[in-house]
């Protein structure tokens, strides 16, 4: 069983659109789920999340890699790179070049390694257009999953996560009852067994083509433009943030 469990990332493993005011942060997410079901059949559990909100893949292995390894980790989580698949331009084989050495020393400490494969957003009319760069992403995190004897978390495959309902308002984060989702994915990859229960959220309701349109152009002027606006003035989500815990520290249910 697991002693020390390090997540590194970005918003995703943070756990934004996760609200908690009670946490740092702000946000609770699906690492902490797993380490609080991790916690409770090893009581010795150390935990640390250096994610942080925004970042593109070279700063979160620029700035956790190093940190996490000195952790000496038994169990690692890693997913990055959802931010630069965003961008208007992104060379994914250099993406996965620097990915692929990151989880080569992470594996090469004899930790447990998770990866995650990056969710398919067929249903949605704006995420759609990246459809094709995220699945060429997902073949080369595979790839490296089986290169380094990594557990991998297939969320492409994962079809509850093309359900609306399992994300936020922004689009972008998963809620809740996602994070939970993922949560219970992760800790099954891991064989670990554990009392959370993925949501029953029924036959999705049909929504009229006006409502529909009204609810995207909501979505555009509330989150999309000022995303937008971030990107333009060389802004990130994430600059006024630190990780929530950037220590190895106990579990508290």
């Known amino acids: 069983m697991s002693k020390r469990f390090v997540a590194l990332g970005d918003s995703f493993t943070e756990g934004v659109g996760d609200d908690d005011p009670a946490r740092p942060n702000g946000v609770r997410g699906w690492a902490d789920r797993v380490a609080e079901q991790l916690a409770v059949r090893e009581p010795e559990l150390r935990y640390a999340n250096l994610a942080i909100r925004g970042r593109l893949l070279g700063p979160v292995l620029a700035e956790q890699l190093e940190p996490a390894l000195a952790m000496d980790p038994d169990l690692v989580t890693i997913y990055a790179g959802g931010n630069d698949l965003m961008r208007p331009k992104v060379d994914i084989d250099s993406l996965v070049a620097a990915y692929d050495a990151a989880v080569a020393r992470l594996a090469g400490t004899g930790a447990t390694i998770v990866l995650f494969t990056g969710v ?93 349109r009204a609810e995207d152009l909501r979505w555009a002027r509330e989150h999309a433009l000022p995303w937008i606006g971030r990107r333009l003035r060389g802004e990130s989500s994430g600059d006024a943030i630190s990780a929530k815990r950037p220590e190895l520290a106990p579990v508290q249910r």
């Not at 704006?126 to 557990?151: K, P, S």
């Not at 309902?165 to 939970?180: C, Q």
């Open 120 to 212: 398919d957003g067929v249903e949605d009319p704006v995420f759609r257009t990246m459809r094709g760069r995220t699945a060429i992403y997902n073949e080369h995190i595979r790839l490296i999953a089986a290169r380094h004897g990594a557990r991998l978390v297939d969320m492409w495959a994962m079809r509850q996560l093309r359900d609306r309902r399992l994300w936020s308002a922004d689009r972008l984060h998963l809620n809740p009852r996602g994070h939970t989702e993922v949560a219970v994915a992760v800790l099954d990859a891991l064989g670990v067994g554990h009392e959370l229960s993925p949501a029953e959220l029924g036959p999705r309701p049909a929504t009229p083509p006006r409502q529909r």
